[in-house]
């Protein structure tokens, strides 16, 4: 059974710092890996798709790693900004029904001006 | 192009009560999957439809069903509501050929009193 972890569960950094999330994940037969933005009682926004054949992906001030040997995903962030400041949560997809993804519990943001 | 619209976005109802909430995807996707996200989780797959057939339902009590139209629009119908289901309530669509990106709506929620 596919478990995702995200850590740390909660971050605060003062403004233009660059910092790293991290996602786990139990199981390494994926079919992609995404990571989402949630502002508090909102929806998700789709920031970054990795397929399971790829090992990054970028963009603007983003850029996600996924390791699927070991388990892994970082999203890394550089030059953090007070807009920053959101819930983020990776999504694994299975290799059989990629709609069908299993969320981690989120790490949330705080970005201090 | 409109994304993903659920309605309503706010609901309140009562222990025993029926509730059906609604779902249009983005024009042209034919992928719907139901997502449960309880405060504090991350969320939860309920179900999936493509092509108006279930193609995968998550771990959730026959109380929960839905459906799809000819339009792609989706139904979720929770029967006998419980103070537990009370919740933000996700859909998301993906296109054909989209990697399995997953695109979300702003949800509903849901409180069961």
């Known amino acids: 059974k596919q478990e995702v972890t995200q850590i740390p569960a909660a971050l605060s950094v003062p403004e233009g710092e660059n910092l790293v999330l991290n996602c786990s994940f139990t199981?390494?037969?994926?079919?992609?890996l995404q990571w989402f933005r949630q502002d508090p009682g909102k929806g998700l926004t789709s920031l970054l798709l990795?397929?399971?054949?790829?090992r990054e992906q970028t963009s603007g001030r983003l850029n996600a790693s996924l390791d699927k040997s070991s388990g892994r995903s970082t999203l890394y962030i550089a030059a953090s900004q007070p807009g920053d400041s959101a819930t983020y949560l990776c999504?694994?997809?299975?290799?059989?029904?990629?709609?069908?993804?299993?969320f981690g519990p989120g790490t949330s943001l705080s970005v201090i001006p | 192009d409109a994304g993903v619209t659920q309605s309503p976005t706010h609901l309140i109802k009562t222990r025993g009560q029926h509730v059906t909430l609604r779902c249009s995807p983005i024009?042209?996707?034919?992928?719907v999957s139901w997502y449960q996200q309880v405060l504090g989780q991350g969320p939860q797959f309920i179900f999936q439809?493509?092509?108006?057939?279930?193609?995968g339902r998550g771990n959730f009590p026959d109380r929960f069903s839905a459906r799809q139209f000819p339009n792609y629009s989706s139904e979720l119908n929770v029967n006998a509501l419980l103070l537990g289901d009370s919740a933000l309530y996700l859909c998301?669509?993906?296109?054909?050929?989209?990697?399995?990106?997953?695109?979300f709506g702003s949800g509903t929620q849901l409180s069961v009193l």
């Open positions: 998301a669509s993906s296109p054909p050929g989209g990697g399995g990106k997953l695109f």
């Open positions: 199981d390494s037969a994926i079919y992609n």
């Open positions: 990795i397929q399971s054949s790829q």
């Open positions: 999504a694994v997809g299975r290799e059989t029904s990629y709609d069908k993804v299993i």
């Open positions: 024009s042209g996707h034919k992928s």
């Open positions: 439809y493509y092509e108006k057939e279930e193609r």
